[in-house]
């Protein structure tokens, strides 16, 4: 489903501009791309909880501008450094024609089902949590899910193992060598395992260096004497 939001054109731009319009409880914004760039406004709450649906960050969203929609990406905000107040937001227009490049979040599923877990009594470790991707906005998955159902203890699922939705592409830094999840020990595991071998083997060097004593108290020991 189509995640539509509306704004406003903002006619003052600056600072002091930008102060007042946040007391009133809308966030200045700004809409780029093809064409002119268009200074908005948006009312705060409804940005502030769409902000909180991980689907707004990865989708092709419809902006109401003055009645008009159009289709636009979301591709910057900034919150107050320790309020719960957006302060600014950034839209790109969409050409349904050019391609695009986004980060969308990964979800992994069969974790519980993994060997690795299941039986090996490893836990996942998230390498990757978002992935660069480049494909037409028709294209563009909300998310990309990483199936860990094969996963072994010890082993890794690599970028080039994740099924990427047709039309998509991996793009920017990642390799396909690159680890996007691994199962392994837990360190508590791992830590208790080496005290205790470091005990066992501390017992058996203290076992072995009295004996010797032993024997030779007990070869340099009198008989009793008899009555």
Same mark, same amino acid.
């Given at each position: 489903?189509?995640?539509?939001?509306? @704004?406003?054109?903002?006619?003052?731009?600056?600072?002091?501009?930008?102060?007042?319009?946040?007391?009133?409880?809308?966030?200045?914004?700004?809409?780029?791309?093809?064409?002119?760039?268009?200074?908005?406004?948006?009312?705060?709450?409804?940005?502030?909880?769409?902000?909180?649906?991980?689907? /707004?960050?990865?989708?092709?969203?419809?902006?109401?501008?003055?009645?008009?929609?159009?289709?636009?990406?979301?591709?910057? /905000? =900034?919150? =107050?450094? /320790?309020?719960?107040?957006?302060?600014?937001?950034?839209?790109?227009?969409?050409? @349904?024609?050019?391609?695009?490049?986004?980060?969308?979040?990964?979800? /992994?599923?069969?974790?519980?089902?993994?060997?690795?877990?299941?039986?090996?009594?490893?836990?996942?470790?998230?390498? &990757?949590?978002?992935?660069?991707?480049?494909?037409?906005?028709?294209? &563009?998955?909300?998310?990309?899910?990483?199936?860990?159902?094969?996963?072994?203890?010890? =082993?890794?699922?690599?970028?080039?193992?994740?099924?990427?939705?047709?039309?998509?592409?991996?793009?920017? =830094?990642?390799?396909?060598?690159?680890?996007?999840?691994?199962?392994?020990?837990?360190?508590?595991?791992?830590?208790?395992? @080496?005290?205790?071998?470091?005990?066992?083997?501390?017992?058996?060097?203290?076992?072995?260096?009295?004996?010797?004593?032993?024997?030779?108290?007990? @070869?340099?020991?009198?008989?009793?004497?008899?009555?």
């Amino acid at each position: 489903m189509a995640i539509e939001i509306s @704004a406003t054109t903002r006619k003052t731009q600056g600072t002091g501009a930008s102060r007042r319009l946040r007391k009133t409880n809308r966030v200045p914004g700004i809409v780029y791309g093809t064409g002119e760039a268009t200074m908005i406004d948006i009312d705060h709450n409804t940005l502030y909880y769409a902000l909180r649906n991980e689907a /707004f960050h990865a989708s092709i969203l419809t902006l109401e501008l003055d009645g008009k929609k159009e289709d636009v990406l979301l591709r910057d /905000f =900034h919150m =107050h450094p /320790f309020r719960q107040q957006v302060q600014h937001i950034d839209f790109q227009r969409v050409d @349904a024609k050019k391609k695009i490049h986004m980060r969308v979040p990964l979800h /992994f599923i069969n974790a519980d089902l993994a060997p690795g877990v299941k039986t090996g009594g490893g836990i996942v470790s998230h390498v &990757l949590n978002e992935m660069e991707i480049v494909c037409l906005p028709a294209d &563009l998955p909300t998310a990309i899910e990483v199936d860990l159902v094969t996963l072994d203890l010890g =082993h890794s699922i690599h970028v080039a193992d994740v099924k990427l939705p047709k039309g998509v592409e991996v793009a920017g =830094h990642h390799h396909a060598s690159d680890a996007v999840a691994t199962v392994q020990v837990p360190r508590g595991a791992v830590e208790a395992a @080496a005290d205790a071998a470091a005990a066992a083997a501390a017992s058996a060097a203290s076992t072995a260096a009295a004996a010797p004593a032993a024997a030779a108290a007990a @070869a340099t020991a009198k008989p009793a004497a008899k009555k």
